[in-house]
């Protein structure tokens, strides 16, 4: 499932992204990604030495990185020491994606066209960007806003007042009235006087039999994905952060909040208003208790509760 969401430069050289380093100059960016995914022609960023393991095997032609980190690195990866890999990576995405770090309004959008759409059901006041591809017997709500290039599956059911943007939705999806899927994450770096916007090349990807309910907010990937798991539920006004990847067969109650790059694990219950803090690994099988507040990862089949979050034995035993 592949979609173009955003307008990338073309013959973008490494020399070219750092102007005042001394780089292959022969090294044309085919695309930004991370560690774990990148190819011989693409760039890379490694920041943290949570993220060892992936740097050790990365198969990257260049990385953005630091002095301490760059050792961790294959030889045959081009190493690009700077002192705020996150800065720096957000002026390349700027340079290579120039629309990426804002959301423009799709200027392109219309009332979808019956004869191209002829097996899908349409309420009042749609508007549809161009290339939007959506399959049979789908059904979409009044007022809702489907922006170019969106994928939506077979047997779909869009509420009203949808907003659909850098998203694939696969088949049997349902989203509830006033969702928001596919829009810019809460990314910046604070520099002196003011805060540099990073920009989210990402996309949103929602795998059959998803149940999202009325309100929800999902943002869409920075470098890498939004991913929701086939038949996971989620209830009304959660909201998931950008690169958060939830497994399958999950139930997430209201008002819970995820940090970005969180990865959630298959058969996970989370209760109301509970909170996932960023950049953490939740096994599978665990289930976490309303309001409560985690902030280290979990790993497979715990029961965890409180804030901080901790196992349900030593939570019941603080409580008495």
Do not use: W
């Amino acid at each position: 499932m592949n979609s173009n969401f955003f307008f990338k430069k073309k013959n973008f050289f490494l020399n070219k992204a750092f102007e005042n380093l001394s780089l292959n100059k022969n090294f044309l960016i085919k695309d930004v990604k991370i560690l774990s995914i990148a190819s011989k022609n693409d760039l890379t960023f490694f920041d943290s030495i949570k993220y060892k393991s992936f740097a050790l095997n990365t198969k990257a032609g260049a990385c953005i990185t630091t002095e301490k980190l760059k050792n961790y690195l294959p030889n045959k990866t081009e190493k690009i020491v700077v002192k705020n890999v996150l800065l720096e990576l957000a002026k390349v995405l700027k340079k290579i994606y120039p629309s990426a770090d804002l959301d423009y309004p799709d200027l392109f959008l219309k009332t979808p066209n019956k004869k191209m759409y002829k097996s899908v059901k349409f309420g009042n006041n749609v508007l549809i960007g161009k290339n939007v591809k959506i399959n049979k017997n789908t059904l979409v709500g009044s007022n809702t806003i489907i922006e170019s290039n969106v994928i939506i599956g077979k047997n779909c059911v869009i509420g009203s007042g949808v907003i659909l943007k850098n998203t694939i939705i696969g088949d049997r999806v349902v989203l509830q009235d006033n969702c928001k899927i596919g829009q810019k994450g809460f990314g910046f770096i604070p520099i002196k006087g003011k805060n540099f916007k990073f920009p989210h090349i990402g996309k949103v990807i929602l795998n059959d039999d998803v149940e999202i309910a009325s309100g929800c907010t999902i943002d869409r990937g920075s470098v890498d994905d939004t991913v929701i798991g086939k038949n996971t539920y989620i209830d009304n006004q959660v909201h998931i952060a950008h690169n958060v990847q939830i497994g399958s067969n999950c139930m997430i109650a209201g008002q819970v909040g995820f940090a970005g790059s969180s990865k959630i694990g298959d058969n996970v219950s989370i209760g109301g208003q509970a909170g996932i803090s960023g950049h953490l690994k939740i096994g599978n099988n665990v289930k976490i208790g309303g309001g409560s507040g985690v902030v280290n990862d979990i790993e497979n089949n715990e029961i965890i509760m409180g804030y901080p979050a901790v196992k349900l034995k030593e939570f019941l035993k603080k409580s008495k």
